[in-house]
C-alpha cells in the first residue's frame, strides 16, 4: 500500500506514467492499466479538487516508482501492490471518477488490449 513514510507524490509525471503504461501495459494486465487511467482521467479533470488529485497522484507515483513493496517483475504478484494503491486512491476520490473518465480509460484500454 501507499507508505506514509515516503513521498510517491515526487515519482510521478506524465511522462513517466505514459512511459510505464506503454511499456508494461500487458506485463500489469487490463485490470491494473484500467485503475491507473481511471485515476489519471480523474485528476485531469477541472472539477477535481486539490486533496483528491493529491491522492492521485500519489498512488500513479508509487505505480510509476520502480521501488515499490513487491518488484514489478515478479511473476503474478508484481502488480499486486500497485493494484491495492490504486484500489485505496480510488475509494477515496470515487466521486471524481464518473462516466467520462470511465469512457476515455475504456477507449485507451482497447487500444492496448482488443
Do not use: Q
Amino acid at each position: 500500500m501507499i507508505s506514509m513514510t515516503e513521498n510517491h507524490s515526487d515519482h510521478f509525471s506524465e511522462e513517466g506514467f505514459w512511459n510505464k503504461l506503454v511499456k508494461f501495459a500487458k506485463a500489469a494486465g487490463r485490470e491494473v492499466v484500467e485503475k491507473a487511467l481511471w485515476l489519471y482521467y480523474a485528476m485531469r479533470r477541472p472539477e477535481t479538487p486539490a486533496w483528491a488529485r493529491t491522492i492521485i497522484i500519489a498512488a500513479l507515483g508509487y505505480f510509476i516508482w520502480p521501488m515499490d513493496a513487491i518488484p514489478d517483475f515478479v511473476p503474478m504478484v508484481g502488480y499486486a501492490d500497485d493494484l491495492g494503491a490504486l484500489a485505496l486512491a480510488i475509494g477515496t476520490v470515487a466521486a471524481y471518477i464518473d462516466d467520462e473518465v470511465k469512457k476515455k480509460a475504456a477507449e485507451k484500454l482497447s487500444d492496448w488490449f482488443d
